[in-house]
Nanobody
């Protein structure tokens, strides 16, 4: 059974930092790119950051470039999202996702989400 478990969310003041973690189990971790998404109240879920299976390539939403960093530790099956200089507009539920990069795997997996609230 595949599980993605996020942690590290919470309440922080604007300008502060948080580090989110997502621990994966039940899958071959290196077969998946990992991504962080977020959903604010009343808005659609949006992609925040993505990292390739090897960790060699990363991409970010324009709104978080220079403030957020995604890294992965394949030995621990864990992906992290370091969030600095947080803004109130970063508030939302943050989800991690495992996106397959192997043709034989057709299913992506999602975590349950962790709440991030940034106060002004």
């Amino acid at each position: 059974q595949v599980q993605l478990v996020e942690s590290g969310g919470g309440l922080v003041q604007a300008g502060g930092s948080l580090r989110l973690s997502c621990a994966a189990s039940g899958l071959t971790y290196s077969n998946y790119d990992m991504g962080w998404f977020r959903q604010a109240p009343g808005k659609e879920r949006e992609s925040v950051a993505r990292i390739s299976w090897s960790g060699g390539r990363t991409s970010y939403a324009d709104s978080v470039k220079g403030r957020f960093t995604i890294i992965r530790d394949n030995a621990k099956n864990t992906v992290y999202l370091q969030m600095n200089s947080l803004k109130p507009e970063d508030t939302g539920v943050y989800y991690c996702a495992a996106v397959p990069v192997v043709n034989s795997i057709k299913v992506s997996y999602w975590g349950q989400g962790t709440q991030v609230t940034v106060s002004s």
